[in-house]
Every structure is written in structure tokens, then in C-alpha cells.
Nanobody, 123 residues
Framework: QVQLVESGGGLVQAGGSLRLSCAAS????????MGWFRQAPGKEREFVAA????????DYADSVKGRFVISRDNAKNTVYLQMNSLKPEDTAVYFC????????????????WGQGTQVTVSS
């Protein structure tokens, strides 16, 4: 079992930055592909970014490519999402998740989830 706890969300103006953290306990995150997802009110949960188990490969949704950066610190058992040039359409609850199988963007295939952290971007 892996327990995930997100932090770092908040209210920011358009063009600003936030860094989300996802701290894990229970097992080493190095065993998992890690993803960030988000869900806006009335919308389905969507993929944002992921980093492979080995840490050398990352993947981004087109909507955030060039603005967001995912990273992991296995020594701290933590994954980060640096979000720059934020837009009002980035407003959502952001979740981190862990997957033990083959890499996949599909949120339904992730095994463990955090409780989420709210990100609100004002125009």
C-alpha cells in the first residue's frame, strides 16, 4: 500500500506559478510510475503529466507542455509538479497517483491516489 498526500495548491493570478508536492509513505515511489491528474467541476478527471518509474522519461498533456514540469526525488519519496504561466483554465483539483504496472495515461489504471489539492487561477 502507498499513501499519497498532495500539497502546494492555492490561489494565484494568471501568469503566476505554483509548485505541487506529492509525498508518499508506505512504499518507495521508485517502484511506481507517477502521474498528476486534474479535475475541474463538472468535468472528467484528465491527465496532466507523468514521470516513469526510472525517472528518466516524462510525459505531458499538450495543454501544459512547455509550462509544467514534473520531477521526482526518490530520496525524499516525493514527486513535484512545477506549474508556470498558469491560466484560468488550469483551475482544478490536482491529484497525484501511482501505477505499478506498465506506463499508461489513463487515470482509471492508476492504483493509488492522494486526496487532491485545489488550484485556482484568477484572471
Amino acid at each position: 500500500q502507498v499513501q499519497l498526500v498532495e500539497s502546494g495548491g492555492g490561489l494565484v493570478q494568471a501568469g503566476g506559478s505554483l509548485r505541487l508536492s506529492c509525498a508518499a509513505s508506505g512504499r518507495a515511489l521508485s517502484n511506481y510510475h507517477m502521474g498528476w491528474f486534474r479535475q475541474a467541476p463538472g468535468k472528467e478527471r484528465e491527465f496532466v503529466a507523468a514521470i516513469y518509474r526510472g525517472g528518466g522519461t516524462t510525459d505531458y498533456a499538450d495543454s501544459v507542455k512547455g509550462r509544467f514540469v514534473i520531477s521526482r526525488d526518490n530520496a525524499k519519496n516525493t514527486v513535484y509538479l512545477q506549474m508556470n504561466s498558469l491560466k484560468p483554465e488550469d483551475t482544478a483539483v490536482y491529484f497525484c497517483a501511482a501505477r505499478s504496472g506498465w506506463y499508461d495515461r489513463e487515470y482509471k489504471r492508476y492504483d493509488y491516489w492522494g486526496q487532491g489539492t485545489q488550484v485556482t487561477v484568477s484572471s
